[in-house]
């Protein structure tokens, strides 16, 4: 099945930094999704975007599909964007759309 | 828009009880999906409807985990006799058009 590899693992930052997560997926999709787990356990949907770039406020989002990777911009990061961030493309072994999750990357952003 | 309901939101039971989950996705959403997280990792699906039909159940452990969703809206997943690797977060997540997903809350089992 696909493989969807993410880095780094883990990263720490001070309050007020820039990052930049990567996710690498070893088969072409047709769409990605990148997720953030709060400390309480919440997934949230950050973005769908199978291509191109989208921003929404600090975060930005980038897919270039045809090079089977994303990138997700943290900037001027806040205590409250810590948690793991992970990415997940679609399973193209069934007729289903399962998402296959990457590991996580776990950001924690000290004051 | 209301989000995705799940109950309850932790559950401690002994190795071979059994045990239930409820959720109640977004009005609307047609495809509702379980997915199981254990600690440090990605989730994982367990099943995925297609209103009350099940599009893949192919990493559901069938001879202990059970799903319905009945009337193509709420669903229940069971599972019965619990064993000590079951411990996790169950996930219920919901989209239209098997689009962007939206997940619940999540309900944190410990098996002991």
């Known amino acids: 099945g696909i493989q969807v590899e993410q880095s780094p693992p883990d990263l720490i930052l001070q309050e007020g930094a820039n990052s930049t997560l990567r996710c690498n997926f070893s088969?072409?999709?047709?769409?990605l999704q990148w997720f953030h787990q709060n400390p309480w356990g919440q997934l949230i949907n950050l973005f769908y975007?199978?291509?191109g770039t989208k921003q929404n406020g600090r975060l930005s989002a980038t897919t270039v599909a045809t090079e089977r990777y994303s990138l997700l911009y943290i900037s001027s990061s806040q205590t409250t964007d810590s948690g793991v961030y992970f990415c997940?493309?679609?399973?193209?072994?069934?007729?289903?759309?399962?998402?296959?999750f990457g590991e996580g990357t776990q950001l924690t952003v000290n004051p | 828009e209301a989000g995705v309901a799940q109950s309850p939101r932790y559950k401690i039971i002994e190795k071979r009880q059994s045990v239930a989950f409820w959720c109640n996705p977004i009005?609307?959403?047609?495809?509702l999906y379980w997915y199981q997280q254990i600690l440090g990792q990605g989730p994982k699906l367990l099943i995925q409807?297609?209103?009350?039909?099940?599009?893949?159940d192919s990493q559901l452990p069938k001879d202990r985990f059970s799903a319905e969703r009945l009337k193509g809206v709420d669903s229940t997943l069971k599972i019965q006799p619990a064993k000590l690797e079951d411990s996790a977060v169950y996930l219920c997540?919901?989209?239209?058009?098997?689009?962007?997903?939206?997940f619940g809350s999540g309900t944190r089992l410990t098996v002991v």
């Open positions: 997540a919901s989209s239209l058009d098997r689009g962007r997903y939206t």
């Open positions: 088969d072409s999709v047709n769409n």
């Open positions: 975007i199978p291509s």
């Open positions: 997940a493309v679609p399973t193209q072994e069934t007729s289903g759309s399962r998402l296959t």
């Open positions: 009005s609307g959403h047609a495809t």
């Open positions: 409807f297609q209103n009350n039909g099940v599009v893949d």
